[in-house]
């Protein structure tokens, strides 16, 4: 499965950004982790392709939305009310297994970062 990642950028605070991510084939969830600089990779969101259950991280409830097209295989990150502690190299990934949602572990397959820089 190839993962590619899109749409990262530089945005003040309060914008909005969205990020894409196209699969080369359908599986069972896809989810998207950060990394701040200095920091450990983190799970932001989370979503399968069939029956769409999402989950999010704490940190990011009511501000992103994770959403995915079917006939395109691909999944959206919306991203509004962005903070720099946003700031990040975004990953997708996906994966065959259910759970787990919110790990990385539970995920084999990644895609190449993209970076969003949120100014203060």
């Known amino acids: 499965v190839q993962l590619q990642a899109s749409g990262g950028g530089l945005v003040q605070a309060g914008g909005s950004l969205r990020l894409s991510c196209a699969a080369s084939?359908?599986?069972?969830?896809m989810g998207w982790f950060r990394q701040a600089p200095g920091k450990e990779r983190e799970f932001v969101s989370a979503i399968t392709w069939s029956g769409g259950i999402t989950r999010y991280a704490d940190s990011v409830k009511g501000r992103f939305t994770i959403s995915r097209d079917n006939a395109k295989s691909t999944v959206y990150l919306q991203m509004n009310s962005l903070k720099p502690e946003d700031t990040a190299l975004y990953y997708c990934a996906a994966d065959f297994r259910f759970q787990p949602l919110d790990d990385s572990a539970g995920y084999d397959y990644w895609g190449q970062g993209t970076l969003v820089t949120v100014s203060s």
């Open positions: 084939r359908r599986t069972l969830k």
